[in-house]
């Protein structure tokens, strides 16, 4: 009896310890990543459109309600000039966007708090 009461609790704490391990290695690990991609964004305003640059994305197409944008380019390199992403480069100087050698919109950057808000009062329509 004393022989399988051994057994018993030397396989429960193995398991514990392994479990234990793997809970620790997961927190860690997302807790890394959380980290990695907490930079500051940059709001840009490009005409009439509203954008927001990460490390890693172009960002655009904000929604007022959600508070959030649909649509993700991925940035393929930052120059000292340029930001190049697809087949498009914004100049870092001069804010201009430039598609196949033509300026299609000029970009300001802009605040958070200059993002649009929903109206206070609400719709009339």
């Not at 690990?29 to 459109?49: F, I, M, N, R």
């Not at 498009?88 to 598609?99: D, P, T």
Request: charged fraction near 25%.
């Amino acid at each position: 009896m004393e022989i399988f009461m051994k057994t018993i609790f030397s396989s429960i704490s193995r398991l514990f310890f392994a479990y234990s391990k793997f809970i620790i290695m997961v927190t860690m690990l997302s807790g890394l990543t959380t980290v990695a991609q907490s930079s500051e964004a940059t709001y840009l305003k490009c005409d009439s459109g509203y954008y927001r640059l990460t490390g890693t994305y172009l960002e655009s197409n904000y929604n007022i309600r959600s508070k959030k944008f649909a649509f993700k380019y991925d940035i393929w390199s930052y120059g000292e000039n340029f930001i190049r992403f697809g087949k498009s480069q914004l100049n870092r100087n001069n804010g201009e966007w430039i598609i196949d050698g033509k300026v299609v919109r000029t970009c300001k950057k802009i605040s958070h708090d200059e993002l649009p808000k929903i109206n206070q009062e609400g719709k009339l329509f």
